[in-house]
């Protein structure tokens, strides 16, 4: 890390230890994160108000407190990156995991990652599941393989699902976005004009006398 930052800290968050300031830390990594800078900010959890205060809402009560836990790693008194995780018995979800993108290159989110693990570990956690993907450092880290994730899209319209069929399947296999956001103009057009028809083929046979 650049020394000129300070000494490196991590400050583990759970249960009562939540307060607003870790809720601060969590929302500018990710604002400085590159899905805060390079994307439209959906995929965060932190950095729009509504999401900040859906786990403010959340974290109030006291059994989710217990449950919810993070790692903020800090360069002096910057947050840098952090590991967001829910911790059900023995098993722990990873929910949400950045870094800012100014102390990438140190790999910051490895780092606040192994203190996590540590941390997780003296506390009895025996199973990290991981959730899907992984650019790499899943394996590096030592993660194994885990079950199989389908991903069905169930489409009334048998036209509709023709057009959507071919792009979700090519957008499950290489775990990219939903297949809607990918389709052209034309196929958008013609998607909304499909769906709209089905209702108002429904409602030309409707007699309100009936």
Not at 143 to 158: K, M, Y
Not at 194 to 206: E, I, K, Q, R
Request: charged content about 20%; glycine content about 10%.
């Amino acid at each position: 890390m650049d020394v000129q930052h300070g000494a490196l800290r991590v400050r583990f968050v759970r249960g009562e230890s939540w307060d607003t300031a870790a809720l601060d830390a969590l929302a500018a990594i990710e604002a400085h994160s590159w899905v805060g800078r390079r994307t439209d900010g959906s995929g965060a959890k932190f950095v729009k108000p509504e999401r900040l205060a859906y786990w403010t809402r959340a974290l109030q009560d006291r059994t989710l407190a217990d449950m919810l836990s993070a790692a903020i790693l800090f360069v002096g008194e910057v947050p840098a990156a952090f590991s967001f995780d829910l911790n059900v018995g023995r098993l722990q979800y990873a929910i949400a995991g950045s870094y800012a993108e100014s102390f990438g290159r140190w790999g910051a989110g490895k780092v606040v990652t192994w203190h996590q693990l540590e941390e997780a570990q003296h506390r009895g956690i025996e199973i990290v599941d991981w959730g899907c993907g992984d650019s790499g450092y899943k394996r590096e880290m030592g993660a194994q393989a885990g079950p199989e994730i389908a991903d069905l899209l169930f489409v009334r319209s048998r036209a509709v699902a023709a057009i959507l069929r071919p792009k979700w399947l090519r957008n499950a296999q290489s775990g990219g976005a939903d297949a809607a956001a990918r389709l052209s103009r034309r196929e958008q057009l013609l998607v909304a004009a499909l769906v709209a028809a089905g209702p108002a083929a429904s409602l030309s046979g409707w007699n309100p006398s009936r």
